[in-house]
């Protein structure tokens, strides 16, 4: 790729590696961002994902202790983007996060993550309707953090009034969402509406969004404000096998979809930027050109990140 490579904004593992185990040692997030560089990232953000929250503090802070001595990790990661525990409880939009870990929007809960990733906090991800009075997402907004709508069943008022507050993104649209909804009065919907004052991410694998709906979904929200992340996980970069992503032990078959064990659900996606490159082209139909702009440029603008 020109311009300095793809930007992911949502990666959760990479290489064969877990960025959210517990047991992260130096030589595994390395390997990571090798096998990141080599398939052509330039810079991403590490996820991490709902979990309690005293683990997802420490998962935190190893991150940054072994990005601090590690010269390729410093340029790779350009930060975090925390995605929960502040998100909807409820099957299907909870998705593959933790029930038992998921909690309303708490400021004190979210200022120990913030401490604990360093300053490094570039997006946070939550649902609006668990954020009573918008405290958390004005508070994020004022530290200059993206936050993010994800995992969630805000109505149209609620999702309006977090814009307000500095909401200005929602995560992997389409997704985070149960199969059967209404089928007009729903979260995409809404978020589409909306979109003029919204970035959007998208899955680009084919599996979470159909190639026929992603592309109806970019013309409808314009390319100028939508952007292609991974959500990668372990498996990314390697194929198919066992591996982890937090609590879940899963099979990637030949397809490269990560799925719940029960199939009733995916667990962030095995594609690389690569793939996902070839997607849009090949499926959706875009030009080189569009496709830079949803995984290069874009990225940058959402984030004000110099290109």
């Not at 185990?21 to 390395?30: G, I, K, N, S, Y």
């Not at 390697?238 to 995916?266: E, M």
Request: hydrophobic share 45%; aromatic share 4%.
């Amino acid at each position: 790729m020109t311009n300095g490579g793809y930007f992911d904004l949502q990666v959760n593992g990479y290489g064969g590696v877990d960025f959210n185990q517990d047991d992260l040692t130096a030589e595994q997030l390395h390997a990571a961002c090798e096998a990141l560089r080599g398939d052509g990232v330039q810079a991403m953000l590490a996820t991490i994902i709902t979990e309690d929250l005293p683990k997802m503090a420490r998962r935190l802070r190893r991150i940054v202790e072994l990005r601090d001595t590690d010269d390729l990790a410093r340029q790779i990661i350009a930060g975090f983007h925390i995605e929960g525990p502040f998100i909807s409880p409820i099957d299907g939009y909870r998705g593959a996060h933790p029930k038992d870990a998921v909690r309303p929007g708490n400021l004190d809960e979210m200022k120990c993550l913030l401490e604990a990733a360093g300053g490094l906090t570039r997006i946070v991800t939550l649902a609006p309707e668990c954020d009573a009075a918008m405290r958390l997402t004005r508070m994020l907004a004022a530290q200059g953090v993206t936050v993010a709508a994800g995992h969630c069943d805000p109505s149209l008022d609620q999702l309006r009034a977090a814009i307000d507050a500095g909401l200005s993104l929602f995560t992997h649209l389409g997704n985070g969402c149960p199969m059967v909804m209404h089928r007009h009065d729903n979260i995409i919907q809404r978020a589409l509406s909306l979109a003029k004052h919204l970035w959007l991410t998208f899955i680009a694998d084919g599996a979470h969004v159909p190639f026929v709906a992603l592309g109806n979904y970019l013309r409808l929200a314009g390319l100028e404000r939508c952007v292609v992340v991974t959500d990668a996980i372990a498996p990314a970069g390697r194929g198919p096998g066992r591996y982890t992503l937090g609590r879940w032990d899963l099979v990637i078959g030949d397809d490269l979809v990560a799925r719940s064990p029960d199939g009733s659900h995916f667990v962030g996606s095995a594609m690389t930027m690569r793939q996902a490159e070839r997607n849009l082209i090949n499926g959706v139909g875009l030009a080189r050109s569009e496709v830079e702009q949803l995984t290069i440029h874009n990225p940058r603008s959402l984030l004000s990140v110099a290109q």
